[in-house]
């Protein structure tokens, strides 16, 4: 037993010094590994930041522009606008832009708006399609003074603003949860839960995700 | 340079290959595993995610909403639970994905216009969650309205171009192509030099009249010949098996994939001659050719998503500009001649790579 020990240490040795002797595996051994961690870290992400978004309002009316003011106003798209649809389409065809919104000249009349996203790249276009539909219902709804008659209220364990990669910058608490990084639980009709009582919160994760007003503070 | 000199340097690097079955067989067959593996593998669809519901009242509205979850393509009911801590220990143990509540007093609330419905998502996995969430606000969108019976205040019509049901696997396998390419390309040239140093083959050569520039043409060639055959078999099977459609022109795909396949070479070519061995030749290429391949290049990661200083990063991966390219060919049916950028930037690195292992090779002590 004894005698096996000492040979494994000794093959061990002799495996260590062989890694590291060379000057070019021990740079192979810990610097790519290193690399690794910080691409991955941030390059593998599917949060969708500061979207493109291409414009084009035939209507020009005071209702299309509140409409698209809404959209800007979450912080998560930045518009582009175009004259005409064949503009928009070059535009999305290059990949400058991620999707256009059209406004057809009888906009508020006619209360239909066109959403077209790039479907190669398809996560992307699920996300932006599904925020910026959720944004201009919810503008509609307070355009017209309804209040939704059954509210989802979501509430996302482990991970409450739905991250691909915690940030660390931001001081923590309140302050934290409170801000979404996608706009999917911005205000929805600027009102208070009233859910308290079954918010229900896992066992050992922190405070803050069991406590239904932080995550759900109106803006 | 003589053009004999280059077809003597063909016939001979040829033979190495045809001569070793074995590398051979992997440079064929490797494309193409990767390709299954990857396109098969990289799914961001979400279909039928696992719901847990807790139904707290048995009444007709509820079961009205939860029939309604479950019918959804996103959602199925997998199972019932009687109490939180039950929901609770399913979605910590990753049976369920998603918990839907359903108040006691759901009905109730539904009749004064003003119920709420409690969703609980894994936020563990960030992307499903938020696919998930879309697709649960949708739904309730929709419930609202059907209920309400008037019609929506504003309608949106969606749709996606270039790709209507937004799968995406229509948008990975295009990608996928360029992945496989970089790492092969890479991995089977970054052995070439190095197995002649390895092998003392270069003392040979030295005692020949080669230039190091029909070394290297002679050395390249029949290897961007494979690649070129291994690029046709994987757009082959894009395009047959993956039910991909290619709406641009096979020739420009061709040509833009012809460069593509150029770069990668010539930096495999290079890393070979950095390296000095086989070894450590294999693992910088694929090093510095799979993980940016696969991250940096956009191929399931939107590079606009990334922090800027990783944007600029993706400047000097080629694969960056060939998956935009390949996508392009493939889903948009474009010429690439509309984004000639992407072109310029891959002939640039090209004419670069071509120049740094030309200079490279005057330390291989062959004529110059």
Redesign the interface.
């Given at each position: 037993m004894i005698g096996s020990v000492v040979r494994l240490r000794a093959l061990l040795t002799k495996e260590f010094r062989h890694l590291l002797r060379d000057p070019?595996?021990r740079f192979?051994v810990i610097v790519?590994p290193l690399?690794?961690l910080m691409?991955?870290g941030?390059?593998?992400?599917?949060?969708?930041?500061?979207?493109?978004v291409g414009v084009v309002d035939y209507a020009h009316t005071f209702q299309s522009r509140k409409?698209l003011s809404s959209v800007t106003a979450g912080g998560h798209f930045q518009l582009q606008y175009f004259d005409d649809m064949s503009n928009a389409a070059d535009a999305?065809?290059?990949?400058s832009i991620?999707a256009i919104v059209h406004l057809a000249s009888e906009f508020p009349r006619q209360?239909?708006?066109?959403?077209?996203?790039?479907?190669?790249?398809?996560?992307?276009?699920?996300?932006v399609?599904?925020?910026?539909?959720?944004i201009?219902?919810e503008?509609?709804?307070q355009?017209?003074g309804?209040?939704?008659?059954?509210?989802?209220?979501?509430?996302?364990?482990?991970?409450?603003n739905?991250?691909?990669r915690e940030h660390r910058d931001g001081s923590a608490g309140c302050d934290h949860a409170s801000y979404s990084h996608?706009g999917?639980t911005r205000t929805r009709d600027g009102h208070t839960?009233?859910?308290a009582g079954?918010?229900?919160g896992?066992?050992g994760i922190p405070d803050r995700q069991n406590d239904p007003g932080s995550l759900h503070r109106p803006v | 340079m003589k053009l004999q000199h280059v077809r003597a340097m063909i016939r001979k690097e040829w033979w190495h290959l045809m001569r070793d079955s074995r590398s051979l067989a992997l440079i064929l067959l490797m494309p193409l595993m990767l390709l299954f593996l990857f396109g098969y593998a990289v799914r961001?669809?979400i279909s039928e995610a696992p719901l847990g519901v807790l139904q707290e009242a048995l009444d007709a509205q509820s079961d009205d909403?939860i029939a309604r979850f479950d019918a959804s393509h996103a959602f199925h009911v997998v199972a019932r639970f009687h109490d939180?801590q039950s929901?609770?220990a399913s979605?910590?143990s990753g049976q369920i994905r998603a918990g839907l509540?359903v108040?006691y007093d759901y009905a109730r609330q539904?009749q004064h216009?003003?119920?709420?419905?409690?969703?609980?998502?894994?936020?563990?996995d960030?992307?499903t969650?938020?696919?998930l969430?879309?697709?649960?606000?949708?739904l309730?969108?929709d419930?609202?309205l059907s209920?309400?019976g008037n019609s929506?205040?504003?309608?949106?019509?969606?749709?996606?171009?270039?790709?209507?049901?937004?799968?995406?696997r229509?948008?990975?396998v295009p990608g996928v192509i360029a992945v496989v390419m970089a790492v092969i390309g890479a991995l089977i040239t970054s052995l070439t030099i190095a197995r002649e140093i390895e092998y003392g083959n270069l003392v040979m050569l030295r005692t020949t009249p080669l230039t190091r520039g029909e070394f290297l043409l002679g050395k390249l060639l029949p290897y961007i010949l494979i690649g070129m055959a291994d690029l046709l078999l994987a757009v082959g099977a894009a395009v047959y098996i993956f039910d991909v459609p290619l709406r641009g022109s096979l020739v420009s795909l061709t040509l833009v994939s012809f460069l593509f396949v150029l770069v990668v070479m010539l930096q495999g070519s290079l890393i070979s001659m950095i390296?000095g061995n086989q070894m450590?030749a294999s693992?910088?290429s694929l090093?510095s050719t799979f993980?940016p391949a696969f991250?940096?290049s956009?191929f399931?990661?939107?590079i606009?998503?990334?922090?800027i200083a990783?944007q600029y990063l993706t400047y000097i991966v080629p694969a960056r500009y060939y998956v935009?390219l390949s996508?392009?060919i493939f889903?948009?049916g474009?010429s690439p001649l509309?984004?000639w950028t992407e072109v310029a930037a891959l002939l640039v690195m090209a004419l670069l790579l071509a120049r740094v292992a030309f200079m490279r090779a005057s330390r291989l002590g062959l004529l110059p």
């Amino acid at each position: 037993m004894i005698g096996s020990v000492v040979r494994l240490r000794a093959l061990l040795t002799k495996e260590f010094r062989h890694l590291l002797r060379d000057p070019r595996m021990r740079f192979f051994v810990i610097v790519p590994p290193l690399i690794q961690l910080m691409v991955f870290g941030y390059a593998a992400t599917f949060d969708v930041r500061e979207a493109q978004v291409g414009v084009v309002d035939y209507a020009h009316t005071f209702q299309s522009r509140k409409l698209l003011s809404s959209v800007t106003a979450g912080g998560h798209f930045q518009l582009q606008y175009f004259d005409d649809m064949s503009n928009a389409a070059d535009a999305m065809n290059r990949g400058s832009i991620q999707a256009i919104v059209h406004l057809a000249s009888e906009f508020p009349r006619q209360p239909v708006v066109q959403l077209i996203a790039d479907g190669s790249d398809s996560n992307s276009a699920q996300i932006v399609v599904g925020q910026l539909s959720q944004i201009i219902q919810e503008y509609a709804q307070q355009a017209n003074g309804l209040q939704q008659a059954v509210r989802l209220d979501e509430r996302t364990w482990y991970n409450p603003n739905m991250e691909d990669r915690e940030h660390r910058d931001g001081s923590a608490g309140c302050d934290h949860a409170s801000y979404s990084h996608d706009g999917g639980t911005r205000t929805r009709d600027g009102h208070t839960r009233k859910t308290a009582g079954y918010a229900g919160g896992a066992p050992g994760i922190p405070d803050r995700q069991n406590d239904p007003g932080s995550l759900h503070r109106p803006v | 340079m003589k053009l004999q000199h280059v077809r003597a340097m063909i016939r001979k690097e040829w033979w190495h290959l045809m001569r070793d079955s074995r590398s051979l067989a992997l440079i064929l067959l490797m494309p193409l595993m990767l390709l299954f593996l990857f396109g098969y593998a990289v799914r961001l669809d979400i279909s039928e995610a696992p719901l847990g519901v807790l139904q707290e009242a048995l009444d007709a509205q509820s079961d009205d909403i939860i029939a309604r979850f479950d019918a959804s393509h996103a959602f199925h009911v997998v199972a019932r639970f009687h109490d939180r801590q039950s929901l609770r220990a399913s979605l910590q143990s990753g049976q369920i994905r998603a918990g839907l509540v359903v108040p006691y007093d759901y009905a109730r609330q539904l009749q004064h216009r003003n119920a709420t419905l409690q969703l609980l998502l894994d936020g563990v996995d960030a992307n499903t969650a938020r696919l998930l969430r879309n697709y649960a606000t949708a739904l309730v969108n929709d419930y609202t309205l059907s209920l309400s019976g008037n019609s929506a205040p504003i309608r949106v019509k969606d749709r996606s171009w270039f790709n209507e049901g937004r799968e995406s696997r229509l948008a990975i396998v295009p990608g996928v192509i360029a992945v496989v390419m970089a790492v092969i390309g890479a991995l089977i040239t970054s052995l070439t030099i190095a197995r002649e140093i390895e092998y003392g083959n270069l003392v040979m050569l030295r005692t020949t009249p080669l230039t190091r520039g029909e070394f290297l043409l002679g050395k390249l060639l029949p290897y961007i010949l494979i690649g070129m055959a291994d690029l046709l078999l994987a757009v082959g099977a894009a395009v047959y098996i993956f039910d991909v459609p290619l709406r641009g022109s096979l020739v420009s795909l061709t040509l833009v994939s012809f460069l593509f396949v150029l770069v990668v070479m010539l930096q495999g070519s290079l890393i070979s001659m950095i390296a000095g061995n086989q070894m450590l030749a294999s693992q910088i290429s694929l090093v510095s050719t799979f993980l940016p391949a696969f991250l940096l290049s956009g191929f399931i990661f939107a590079i606009q998503n990334m922090p800027i200083a990783l944007q600029y990063l993706t400047y000097i991966v080629p694969a960056r500009y060939y998956v935009a390219l390949s996508k392009l060919i493939f889903l948009k049916g474009i010429s690439p001649l509309l984004v000639w950028t992407e072109v310029a930037a891959l002939l640039v690195m090209a004419l670069l790579l071509a120049r740094v292992a030309f200079m490279r090779a005057s330390r291989l002590g062959l004529l110059p």
